[in-house]
């Protein structure tokens, strides 16, 4: 068996140490020996040495061609963003100082704009993080907070019944702060999460799809409202599409910078394009496929708006925002025999995991099960 050691990060006493985890093993621990001042923890189990340069570079160099070095947990693997999107989070740099509020730091903001975050998410992050060191006003030295506070932190927002998403949101944003922002990846990967609630998405029937396009007389929000459910988009990739990004010619759209930052194409109908052409000779838009009365990319809020209104104006029940057509669209291709990769592929999931929850909703996969009362 080949011997492993695995290095993690942790922090003792505001310092930042590099722990080894290895099984019992005479060879290992007489060069154990021979690093710069180890010390055993019964706290983590495993030798700690300081978080230097030297000492990670004397770990690699002791152990070469005696054991495998585990750097799972210790380097971080998440690529930079390479989206063209520039974040600038200046709002929040310039934002006037409040005497009984704390901001985040500079550095927070440094590598939200290096590692090119959305605007959403950088937003998200910032306010989320505020709330928690503003919670421990008190503790100048934010390193000094451990697992003990995160967790008495989050058990406060469990009392102020705050939902999964905002505990999540916070868990994320901590863990940016430590594991990113000061480079010790997986230094919280003992905090727990809420456990995910596993609810089934809205699913539209062909019909009422249908008739919420049939009932919608403006060509520009028909053709939102048709391209949504036939090419399986997100809001944000809705309206990030431009006018190149149509490809009549191999009917495909090119969805660029999608969730993740990843382009992929999607299906451009025969009547889709046709109603998108009607639509270019009435409104003539010149960048961007749907634009504001100012040129600008169209907002989010418009697009909630005329998907509510159809659906609505259709007499459908159910609660309909942009992303149920998208459900849709997958739903239904299932129920028409596609294969659940190419539906994956369609709509850009990274995992076939979040695919297969449609396998829950399709009919077909239903209607097939035969009843045992039957």
Known sequence: ??????????CIDGQKMIGLK?????VIQALVKELDNPRWSNQHSMVLVLNTKNNLQSVFDKFKGVAWINCNQFFTNRPVNNGNEQLSVDQFRKRIPKEDWRFCPEEFYQKLEIRKYSLNTARTYIGMFERFINYYKDTENLIELGEYEIRQYLQSLVVDKKSDTYLNQSINAIKFYYEVVNEMPNRFYAIERPIKQESLPVILSKEEVKIMIDSTINIKHKCIIELLYSAGLRRGELLNLKLSDIDS?????????????????????IKMLADLRVYFLSCRPKTWLFESYSNGKYSGASVLKIVRRAANKSGIRKKVVPHTLRHSFATHLLENGTDLRYIQSLLGHSSSRTTEIYTHVATNVLAGIK????
């Open 1 to 10: 068996m080949e011997k492993q050691i695995t290095i993690k990060h942790l």
């Open 249 to 269: 010619n191999r009917m495909m759209i090119h969805v660029r910078n999608g969730k993740g930052k990843k382009d992929r194409y999607t299906l451009l109908g």
């Open 22 to 26: 290895f099984y019992p093993d005479k």
């Open 371 to 374: 009843n045992p009362l039957d």
